[in-house]
């Protein structure tokens, strides 16, 4: 069986994509051959794992376009640029097992998201799919009005909404020595993981059922019965 394939993307720059990315590489490390494959030219994957002690799980670096098969593995994690253009999204999301999007709590970034997501679904054929995605509201600072901005749009897009990340040195902490949080002092890091906990189980439920019905999304839309003029009734979906 090849490889389950997380891919992190929003073409919005600065949102966490390469910090989630380098974090659910740490974490599956320790349930499986696992592979970083790394779409953008800035190569922030490839950095991180050069900066990584030998001496910890292993982490393949893949450079992204030049990697065809999964096989080799049993998680790949993808990461991406920003302003990715719509092909490449297509191509990625196409090969992807699972996809997730981190998003900013900010008014600017909020807007930014809602376009991204926009075309993901339209051009992406997420809904048609039923590929799983999920949404990670990434440093976050609690209880501000940007916060429940975010938290509301993303509620009138019925679109999954797994966790919010705090703001912490610790991801700046673990960037810097080729690590992710799962490998610092549980002591320092407590909170942090605690917050990934949703996250984690969401893929792992979503990897295991393979193409599984989105939350709300994979709600059938209620229908109504129209009549043809030959009398015959049709189903429509209502809007
Ligand atoms: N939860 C967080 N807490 C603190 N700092 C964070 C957090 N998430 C990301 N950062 C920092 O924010 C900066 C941008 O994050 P990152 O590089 O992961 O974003 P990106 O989406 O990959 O950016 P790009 O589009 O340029 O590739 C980095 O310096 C990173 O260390
Ligand atoms: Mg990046």
């Given at each position: 069986m090849g490889a389950k394939q997380i891919l992190v993307i929003n073409s919005?720059?600065?949102?966490?994509k390469s910090t989630l990315t380098s974090n659910l590489a740490s974490y599956f490390s320790f349930k499986g051959r696992t592979a970083l494959c790394d779409?953008?030219?800035?190569m922030s994957g490839v950095r991180w794992l050069e900066r990584?002690?030998?001496?910890?799980?292993k982490i393949d670096s893949i450079t992204g376009w030049e990697y065809r098969s999964?096989?080799?593995?049993?998680w790949m994690i993808m990461d991406t640029p920003a302003g990715i253009t719509r092909k490449d999204m297509m191509s990625l999301i196409a090969r992807s097992d699972v996809i997730i999007i981190p998003v900013l709590p900010s008014p600017i970034d909020i807007h930014a998201a809602a376009d991204f997501i926009r075309d993901l679904v339209v051009y992406g054929r997420i809904r048609t799919t039923q590929k799983p995605l999920a949404i990670v509201a990434n440093r976050v600072k609690t209880n501000t009005a940007v916060y429940d901005l975010l938290k509301s749009f993303l509620a009138s897009l019925r679109l999954p909404f797994v966790t919010s990340l705090r703001d912490s040195q610790n991801y700046i902490h673990a960037s810097i020595h080729g690590?992710?949080?799962?490998?610092?002092d549980p002591l320092m890091v407590n909170r942090d993981i605690e917050q990934w906990q949703p996250l984690l189980r969401w893929i792992n439920e979503a990897a295991e059922k393979g193409r599984m019905p989105l939350a709300n999304h994979g709600r059938p839309r209620p229908r109504a019965v129209v009549h043809s003029r030959a009398g015959k009734p049709i189903l429509r979906a209502v809007r």
């Open positions: 919005k720059g600065g949102v966490g779409f953008d030219r800035q990584r002690d030998p001496s910890r799980r999964g096989d080799d593995y049993d690590i992710g949080i799962f490998e610092m």
